[in-house]
């Protein structure tokens, strides 16, 4: 079956342009993850959301970042004001119950600040 | 807060050779997790850990849940060019999980 997709595969932005990102979740799955990972960096927690239940977004480094998921399915990430810092890959998750359960990665979105 | 260690941060290493990895924690968890990330991908889930004590194998891949539960450990036997990429430990417990910083693994033919 269809795994986890993501768009745009890259993106390159000016700065101070919003952007949104979008992940297809594997479906039926009921959690789905956003993370950010810098060059040759670890994993950076950004925001989960796993059902009906209000978000986790601890992980959002600032108002800038925001994202919402439509329907139980499609998640956008949208980043307001784009800084240079904010240039990394972008991974979106999905499992099929909530934390604990094997997370599927799509691709990634490589998204370049200039 | 919680403090969660992976070493080694980058390995180097011969095709041939045994590889070992682990991660560290302050806190205990109910879950251990073990990803690759393969370059330009994302990560695939290789091993999971449900229990303290429990060792498990995949191949020639081998992980161990601690019997404290704020460990786990990755072992790659005879290790294959394909073997090159990130290896993340991911644990979790009730609604908090982690990844670790990453083993960076350069297997050199």
């Known amino acids: 079956g269809a795994g986890v997709s993501q768009s745009p595969s890259n993106k390159v932005t000016e700065k101070g342009k919003d952007v949104e990102l979008r992940c297809d979740p594997i479906s039926g799955h009921t959690a789905l993850y956003w993370y950010r990972q810098s060059l040759g960096q670890g994993l950076e927690f950004l925001i989960y959301f796993q059902g009906n239940s209000a978000p986790d977004k601890s992980g959002l480094p600032s108002d800038r970042f925001s994202a919402e998921r439509t329907g139980g399915s499609v998640s956008t990430l949208t980043i307001q004001r784009t800084q240079q810092e904010d240039s990394a890959v972008y991974l979106c998750?999905?499992?099929?119950f909530g934390v604990g359960w094997e997370q599927y990665f799509g691709p990634g979105t490589r998204l370049t600040v200039t | 807060g919680q403090q969660l260690n992976q070493s080694p941060q980058s390995m180097f290493i011969q095709e041939g050779e045994d590889v070992s990895m682990n991660c560290t924690s302050s806190?205990?968890?109910?879950?251990w997790l073990w990803y690759k990330q393969d370059p330009g991908e994302g990560p695939v889930l290789l091993i999971a850990?449900?229990?303290?004590?429990e060792l498990t194998s995949n191949g020639r891949l081998t992980a161990q849940f601690g019997i404290t539960r704020k460990d786990s450990f990755l072992n790659i036997s005879a290790s294959i060019p394909s073997d090159v990429g990130i290896y993340f430990c991911a644990p979790n417990t009730g609604n908090q999980f982690y990844f670790g910083t990453g083993t960076s693994l350069t297997v050199i033919p």
């Open positions: 850990l449900y229990k303290a004590g």
């Open positions: 998750a999905s499992s099929l």
């Open positions: 806190s205990i968890f109910n879950t």
